[in-house]
């Protein structure tokens, strides 16, 4: 993909640089940058005073259970909703004061399927991708693409009503990226779908990340969203309770990490001190026939805890390691799962 | 630019949507060739008056005389009922009984001795002539009155060529609709009035879809997406009405005089107050089932008060009274009138009330959409 940057006359910092070998571009402070905005729906306040910066190049997740207020913060960066209070920019723009400029720079992949059925494939890529100012031969050139990298060329003419729901959710995509828009939000994009079309999603946001888009990704699926994102931000009743790597995260609960060994033999053949002498070992803790084993989060050691049984001549019946994902961090951090 | 391609999407689809479409243009066709046929009786043209002869003979009365032969003139130019003198009573009278003339009449000198012989066959045209002839006797009697007593008045009322011996509006075929010619315009504008639910379905299926949303997402203004629905569903509306119009013009023979131009305006505007009320209630009412119900419960009503199932004249001095609120009245006669007698003068007033309640909707439709999204 490749990128203009006439569009963008308002930056901070004149740093030109080479942006994928193509686009000439300058860099800015926060490519989306809340500010304690807050939006009520009558009596029920959706988003509270909520903060956030996400960076240019970013694969950005915003975790939380259903209803914790990540897609009213997608619909006011995206300008659908006004905010109460607050404010925010994308691209050191005001979405308040100038929304049309927010709205030129996005594709939004929205968490409904919002295709036409009784448009083709490459219709409907047109007419989202026209919205955007695309005319004549660069808009068939720019749907087509679209099309080729979902995985959908092969049916451009045909109708959406007879795909399946792994497929509309690629034209769901392809109609927010034919334009080539600088931030590509996808909500919940693989909502309801069978796994190899989530993996066919999953790598083609990597892909339309590696070739110059910022992602904003929403998801309550955490293994999604650990497994893509670099940053992560976690909401519960419309706040940002966390944020950061997912080192980050994890470490907000624990800086350890505890290896179980099960063993056949028995255990006054362990010797304790030689196990904590291996690196990162803090706790040991020996009942009936398994030995729980806490090392420092940082450090890994669990090649050298088996090689210590295995050169001790005693049998492992099993191991088990647990590292914490950032489900377990929701749950430590909000007391409930995410997808309850 | 957006407005257009919202526009050009809205009629790609609606086009697409064949069951649409065969509602729109098949169903007001075959209305009109139904109720065309069915109503063709209940339609006063229907009765062909091109082919009444009537023989006289000319009494010793020279003044009657004349008057009559001004008559016959009167007569034959309204109706174009044929009279011809004979000097044979005899021929005249043999004529009625072959059967070639409607009626014969005898003038003497006295008009109040005028003999009209009838042919039973043509009862109902001997009966008007006979009731013509009432109303020229009496018209002769009250101008003999008045050469008696006032002989000066005689020259001005022997000159007013324009004796009013028929109500022309009442029997003159040329200015009434056939029940197809009436059933071509009522069934058109009727069926415009379904265009409500093209109007209503765009918004609806924009809002159930999420597309509203998502091309709201995009660099496009509400207003733009509004317009370009709305305008988008009129070109829609108004390419099956065109259809609609030249079929039954060219295949059924329907009259739609000879302004056709200014009868689509009129179709336009109705087109916009339709798709626009379609909008309205589309974001006025939420339920889906419920917005339909109030539809097609409106429709019906403003449909029989326009006269779009039967002639309101027909329907009672109430309803008459009450149509006035219907918008279909006026634009049916409106229409009724530019046909039949290039009359211009409710045009206005019924593009006028098509245009208000269409600014309603459409000012309902932004207030909602601009409080809401789509």
């Known amino acids: 993909m490749s990128y203009e940057s006439d569009d963008f006359p308002y930056y901070r910092q004149a740093i030109t640089f080479f942006y994928n070998g193509a686009m000439k571009g300058v860099l800015w402070m926060h490519i989306v940058k809340i500010e304690e905005v807050t939006k009520n729906f009558g009596e029920l306040t959706a988003v509270d005073r909520m903060s956030l910066q996400i960076e240019e190049g970013e694969i950005f997740g915003l975790l939380g259970p259903n209803g914790a207020g990540k897609s009213t913060v997608i619909n006011m960066i995206t300008g659908l909703f006004r905010m109460d209070k607050g404010d925010i920019f994308v691209l050191d723009k005001s979405v308040n004061k100038d929304p049309m400029f927010t709205k030129r720079n996005i594709g939004i992949v929205p968490q409904d399927i919002a295709i036409y059925e009784d448009l083709t494939s490459l219709e409907n890529v047109k007419f989202f991708a026209g919205l955007y100012g695309l005319r004549g031969k660069k808009l068939s050139a720019a749907a087509e693409e679209a099309l080729e990298f979902t995985g959908l060329s092969d049916q451009a003419k045909a109708f959406p009503k007879t795909f399946s729901g792994g497929m509309k959710r690629r034209l769901n995509i392809a109609c927010a990226i034919a334009h080539k828009p600088k931030i590509i939000i996808m909500d919940e994009p693989t909502v309801g779908i069978d796994p190899q079309s989530r993996n066919h999603i999953l790598q083609s946001v990597k892909k339309l990340n590696q070739s110059g888009s910022t992602i904003i990704y929403t998801s309550h699926y955490m293994e999604e969203v650990e497994e893509i994102c670099t940053r992560i931000a976690i909401m519960d009743h419309g706040k940002v309770i966390a944020q950061g790597t997912k080192e980050e995260l994890k470490a907000l609960i624990t800086d350890t990490n505890v290896v179980w060994v099960t063993i056949e033999d028995s255990v006054s053949r362990i010797e304790e001190s030689k196990i904590k002498e291996i690196p990162g070992v803090i706790h040991l803790d020996i009942t009936d026939s398994t030995i729980k084993i806490t090392s420092a989060r940082e450090v890994k050691n669990l090649g050298k805890i088996i090689q210590y049984f295995i050169g001790s001549g005693i049998s492992i019946k099993s191991v088990e390691s647990k590292i914490p994902d950032l489900e377990t961090v929701f749950l430590s951090l909000t007391g409930r799962r995410l997808r309850d | ?374």
């Open chain 2, 1 to 374: 630019m957006n407005m257009i391609r919202i526009m050009a999407k809205e009629f790609k689809q609606t086009m697409r949507d064949w069951k649409a479409n065969t509602m729109m243009i098949l169903f007001p066709i075959v209305l009109i060739i139904i109720l065309g046929a069915a109503f063709s009786g209940a339609f006063g043209n229907e009765i062909d008056l091109s082919g009444i002869k009537v023989q006289y003979t000319a009494g010793s009365s020279q003044a009657l005389k004349e008057s009559f032969q001004a008559f016959t003139e009167e007569i034959g130019r309204e109706l174009s009922i044929t009279f011809e003198e004979t000097a044979d009573e005899a021929e005249g009278m043999k004529n009625i009984q072959d059967g070639e003339y409607s009626a014969f009449i005898q003038l003497e000198g006295d008009p109040d001795e005028i003999k009209i012989y009838k042919n039973a066959r043509y009862d109902f045209d001997a009966n008007l002539v006979e009731s013509m002839l009432r109303t020229f006797v009496e018209r002769y009697d009250a101008i003999a009155a008045i050469a008696r007593s006032n002989p000066a008045m005689l020259q001005e009322i022997m000159s007013d060529t324009a004796m009013d011996f028929v109500e022309i509006e009442a029997l003159d075929k040329k200015k009434q609709p056939g029940s197809l010619d009436y059933y071509a315009v009522s069934m058109l504008t009727l069926i415009l009035m379904y265009a409500s639910i093209t109007g209503f379905s765009g918004i609806k299926s924009e809002q159930n879809g999420k597309t509203g949303s998502r091309i709201l997402c995009g660099p496009v203004r509400k207003f733009e997406f509004l317009v370009g629905k709305v305008v988008g569903g009129i070109t829609v509306t108004l390419v099956q009405a065109a259809i609609v119009i030249l079929f039954s013009k060219s295949v059924l023979k329907a009259n739609w005089g000879n302004d056709l131009l200014t009868i689509f305006m009129l179709i336009i505007t109705e087109a916009l107050m339709t798709i626009s009320m379609g909008a309205g209630v589309a974001f006025l009412i939420k339920s889906e089932g419920a917005a339909q119900a109030v539809l097609n419960g409106i429709i019906p009503v403003v449909v029989l008060l326009g006269g779009g199932y039967v002639p309101i004249t027909q329907m009672g001095e109430a309803i008459v009274r009450i149509s006035v609120i219907s918008p279909l009245r006026w634009l049916n006669t409106a229409i009724f009138r530019i046909i039949y007698d290039a009359d211009y003068s409710l045009v206005l007033s019924a593009a006028l009330i098509n245009l208000a309640v269409a600014a309603v909707f459409i000012a309902v439709s932004a207030i909602c959409a601009k409080k809401e999204g789509v």
